[in-house]
């Protein structure tokens, strides 16, 4: 559990050279530098006691840790790595006491939860009277082979559960924009049914994947088409 003083410098957004690098070689970058600029981007929406749901891998530990008196990372048992996770806990059922969270996060897990309305009242429970939810959601991407990938959500559909858990200040936005969410869908394409589904050398399609994602991200810095985006960003408060 971590517990070193907030106030940490906040680590930068991904800029666009730093991006290029990383689209050079992980076909799924888009995705993940657009998640990491959201984050970054309500960092100043942390802080305090935060409880971290469906953590997984924990992409940005860093940036919650920063802002944070207190992390405390909540995931179900399963395939995700286990280094990092102090509380065992279904996301509609968690063994934490109400109005203990200053702050509660979601950032890779809704769309795997089965019932997406009981988790986000769930979230607003542990949260303390003007405690704030950030969460991150999937509007776009390809059929999945894991079992328990259930949802892909709308803006309204967002605000829209935000407000029957009793969510104030509700806002939604998008983690990027149509280019970045093209060249990302494509990129995911080619790895699949290039080095998944065929024997091509990844190497190769790496290289292939980057073609398209290199100028996906330049494009993408102009903020176009910001409706057709891979993940909405949601922030909300707590009465």
Known sequence: MSGRPAGAAVPRPPGVLSGLARCSWDPLAITRLAQRRAVVSVAGDVGGLVVDVGAGRQPHRDVLEARARRLVAVDIPGDSPTAGIDVWGDATALPLVSGCADTVTCLSAIWYVAEPRAAIAELARVLRPQGRLVLLAQQIRGESP??????????????????????????VVATNGVFATTGQRLSGWMYEALSVRRPVPRWITRKLCALVLMPCWLLDQLEWGRQETLHWLLTAQRP
Do not use: I, K, M, T
Not at 150 to 169: D, K
């Open 146 to 171: 894991e079992a328990n990938d259930y949802w892909r959500f709308s803006r309204q559909g967002l605000e829209l559960l935000a407000r029957e858990a009793g969510f104030e200040s509700v806002r």
